[in-house]
């Protein structure tokens, strides 16, 4: 790629694109046609359906990238931009990741201007992580940036949602969300109290009771069973019908009084507020469920807490706003355990508060107890997710140069085998298929990657401390994967001119990095 002079970017299966725009036009005139003929509206609904299907295939068949000495060249069906490379200030990766499984991702091309907008080019366009195309035609972009422009970064940006350019305003919408929802949900919280509490101590309608106040006492009707209908679906109840549709033709009820009533069965039903709370029987009595305020509370508690997730991923990428963009940004776990401990006691105290009123000294301690637990935990996860950056490890150098105090000394390493969890990124003679999760330090051996966590040496292949040189140590970026831990560090090593990459987390990477001396 170093003789490019220009690069073009043309959709695959063009010819494809334009046979569907011909067919959506078709489809939408023929459609309009018969709705002028006929005037039915439902074929000017499917030819109001036919015009996106027809324009998305006209743009997917028109759009072109061009790229030569000058900059970048974009043009869709309405509009035709430049970029120049004087303008562009780095060429990025935007990843979207698929099926892990059938290594499935959506892999965009980003510019980055001087002045930090961003552009994304239609082209061109992955749909796997490992696409010779893509990958040389955004070599051969890179290599015209490098020759008539100044990128920024010496390696490729790959931005994905573990990164800091990720951006978090799809994580404050959720998080205004679900407050929105639980802020819904604790308004009714006192309805739900009045309802259960009206339920409660509703009493038998007399005759002297009034018309207008007859759905708030208990009205009881007789029936027979005529059939019951269970009902497997999650969604919908089972039914009971009476005899001659006798009060009514049919009642929704669970499963368990589907398979206890029998055709034939005399019941009494109860009604109050116009619905049926009860149907009683001789075998059985199915009670209607009344959502009570205890219950509406811890409903309005979930979303409030679920809320603290997404709100914690955007607190960790405001922290990290002033790193690289294509820099790994600590996982939002710490923050969901200590939700998660938060809710243990949160609902409970929300439910027993508003169903059975709990005495003030029982409320203010459990809730006391409960907050300063939750509060520890913030503060613990505060500190588990910040950024911690590499020392000043990075000098070029030996591999022993990275610095530290080692986590033993000889005479310890000697003693026994001690298996680190960390891995090379590239396949290498000892890293065969990139094969090795662990390495081995100590026994009297040099160090050596293993498939395995031990013990012993079984299929350890040894490594060559003689053919590494430390390039540098840095935090772990987009481009390394996501096998690699949010909170690991990655030693950019040199094996005989060759560039590998060793991850692993901070103190065993020292660890790791002392023994390769």
């Known amino acids: 790629m170093n003789d490019t002079r220009e690069v073009i970017c043309r959709p695959r299966w063009k010819g494809a694109w334009w046979f569907l725009a011909g067919l959506g036009a078709i489809a939408t005139t023929a459609a309009v046609a018969l709705w002028a003929v006929s005037g039915v509206c439902a074929w000017l609904g499917t030819g109001l359906l036919s015009v996106p ?5 006209l743009h997917r068949a028109t ?7 000058r900059g970048l060249h974009v043009r869709t069906l309405l509009r035709h931009r430049s970029l120049p490379w004087s303008d562009v200030a780095d060429l990025r990766v935007r990843l979207r990741n698929g099926n892990a499984s059938r290594g499935e991702e959506s892999r965009r091309v980003i510019a980055v201007l001087r002045d930090g907008r961003r552009r994304r080019l239609p082209l061109p366009l992955g749909w796997t992580s490992h696409d010779p195309d893509f990958d040389d035609t955004l070599d051969a972009l890179r290599t015209l940036h490098r020759r008539h422009g100044t990128p920024v970064s010496a390696h ?17 919408a959720l998080c205004a969300l679900l407050l929105a929802g639980a802020g819904l949900a604790a308004r009714s919280v ?9 339920w409660k101590s509703a009493v038998p309608c007399t005759a002297s009771t009034p018309a207008a106040d007859r759905s708030e006492c208990l009205t009881f009707l007789p029936a027979v069973i005529e059939r ?3 009902n497997r679906s999650r969604h919908d109840s089972s039914l009971l019908y009476f005899t001659d549709a006798r009060p009514m033709r049919r009642q929704g009820v669970s499963d368990e009084a589907a398979l206890e009533f029998r055709p034939g069965d005399r019941v009494r039903l109860t009604l109050w507020r116009g619905e049926v709370r009860t149907v009683a029987g001789d075998r059985h009595v199915w009670h209607g469920h009344i959502p009570g305020a205890g219950e509406t509370a811890v409903l309005a508690a979930v979303p409030a807490l679920l809320a603290g997730y997404p709100a914690a991923r955007v607190l960790i990428r405001l922290r990290g706003r002033h790193r690289p963009d294509d820099e790994v940004l600590p996982s939002a776990l710490p923050f969901a355990a200590a939700l998660t401990v938060t809710g243990l006691w949160l609902l409970p105290l929300c439910h027993f508060y508003f169903a059975v009123p709990l005495g003030r000294p029982a409320a203010l301690t459990w809730a006391a107890a409960g907050t300063l637990t939750s509060l520890a935990l913030l503060a613990w996860a505060w500190r588990a997710t910040r950024i911690r950056v590499p020392g000043a490890a990075g000098a070029p150098g030996a591999a022993g140069a990275a610095g530290g105090p080692p986590a033993a000394d000889d005479g310890e390493a000697d003693d026994g085998e001690v298996f680190v969890r960390a891995r090379f990124l590239e396949p290498t003679d000892y890293n065969p298929h990139c094969f090795g999760t662990h390495i081995v330090l100590g026994g009297g051996a040099p160090p050596a990657v293993a498939p ?6 079984y299929a350890a292949r040894p490594i060559p ?3 590494l040189t430390l390039r540098g140590v840095r935090r772990a970026r987009g481009s390394d994967g996501d096998t690699v831990p949010t909170g690991w560090h990655v030693a950019e090593l040199d094996d005989g001119g060759t560039p590998v990459r060793l991850a692993a987390a901070p103190a065993d990477l020292t660890r790791v990095l002392d023994r390769l001396t």
């Not at 759009?63 to 000495?69: E, P, Q, W, Y």
């Open 190 to 198: 006192p309805d739900a109290g009045a309802t259960e509490r009206a």
């Open 63 to 69: 759009v072109r990238v061009h790229a030569d000495a």
């Open 53 to 57: 299907v027809g324009l998305l295939s």
């Open 465 to 467: 401390v003689d053919r």
């Open 228 to 230: 019951t209908e269970l």
């Open 156 to 172: 490729l940006p790959v931005v994905s949602h573990r990164t800091v350019g990720r951006g978090w305003a799809g994580s404050l």
């Open 452 to 457: 395995h966590s031990g013990p012993g040496r």
